[in-house]
């Protein structure tokens, strides 16, 4: 059993700033890629940033200069900084995890989702 737990989600002026955190707890042998995704109302979710365990990072265009993505491979733990938001970042966030169980099971797991609002 792994879980996903999200915090960090909120409602904030446009140009402010938030940071998303997702820790990773279970029977997890390994963790190979972690990222975020987001879906907004009406809209398929999306790709906003993803790091490996070698620490590659990527981004969406949208978000490239304003969102950094980093990792605690100490804590199972991935983090999203969020800068000079915009309302069009408005959506439910969602971590999401490429990982390895102790039985030897790779498998893909998600997190609950955070909301985060930005006020214009």
């Known amino acids: 059993q792994v879980q996903l737990v999200e915090s960090g989600g909120g409602l904030v002026q446009a140009g402010g700033s938030l940071k998303l955190s997702c820790a990773a707890s279970?029977?997890?042998?390994?963790?190979?890629?972690m990222g975020w995704y987001r879906q907004a109302p009406g809209k398929q979710r999306e790709l906003v940033a993803a790091?490996?365990?070698?620490?590659?990072?990527n981004y969406a265009d949208s978000v490239k200069g304003r969102f950094s993505i980093s990792r605690d491979n100490g804590k199972n733990t991935v983090y999203l900084q969020m800068n000079s938001l915009k309302p069009e970042d408005t959506a439910v966030y969602y971590c999401?995890?490429?990982?390895?169980?102790?039985?030897?099971?790779?498998?893909?797991?998600w997190g609950q989702g955070t909301q985060v609002t930005v006020s214009s």
């Open positions: 999401n995890t490429d990982l390895q169980t102790h039985l030897g099971i790779r498998s893909n797991y």
């Open positions: 790091i490996t365990n070698g620490g590659t990072t």
């Open positions: 279970g029977s997890i042998f390994s963790i190979n890629a």
